[in-house]
């Protein structure tokens, strides 16, 4: 846990998926959204009060950027900007879709365990 809080990976929009920026894909500044479930799981695992209240953080985030995007957009992103709260990601082979499987199912995921997203 404190690996990750001194990593730097975790932004205003999201936990980015790498710091190496290379326009690719998944790399910097993009927030993978089965990544934010992943590590929301892990950091529960931990099962300490700290890594409780930043699970709790990756999964408002998310929802909350998610939504906001949504509100403003009416799409759902592949991927989020991890740098700018409420904007889809960017870079890659393919203009990033919308309306993905995966940003839907975490979304879903975080709602059915009790989270709801947060006003900024």
């Known amino acids: 846990m404190h690996a990750l809080v001194e990593s730097t990976l975790i932004r205003e929009g999201g936990v ?5 920026e290379t326009g690719e894909q998944w790399d910097f500044p993009n ?5 934010q479930q992943m590590i929301h ?6 099962g300490s009060t700290d890594s409780k209240a ?10 909350s950027s998610a939504f906001v995007a949504y509100n403003q957009t009416g799409y759902m992103y592949e991927k989020y900007n991890a740098l ?7 870079g890659g082979e ?5 309306g993905f499987g995966w940003s839907n199912g975490v979304a879903l995921s975080f709602l059915k365990t ?3 997203p947060r006003a900024r």
Not at 55 to 63: F, G, H, I, R, S
Not at 84 to 90: C, E, M
């Open 16 to 20: 980015l998926t790498t710091l190496a």
């Open 31 to 35: 927030a993978w959204p089965p990544l």
């Open 41 to 46: 799981e892990g950091l529960l695992n931990i």
């Open 54 to 63: 930043l699970a709790d953080q990756v999964a408002y985030t998310y929802l």
């Open 84 to 90: 700018q709260f409420g904007v889809g990601g960017g």
């Open 94 to 98: 393919y203009v990033p879709q919308t």
């Open 114 to 116: 009790g989270y709801t």
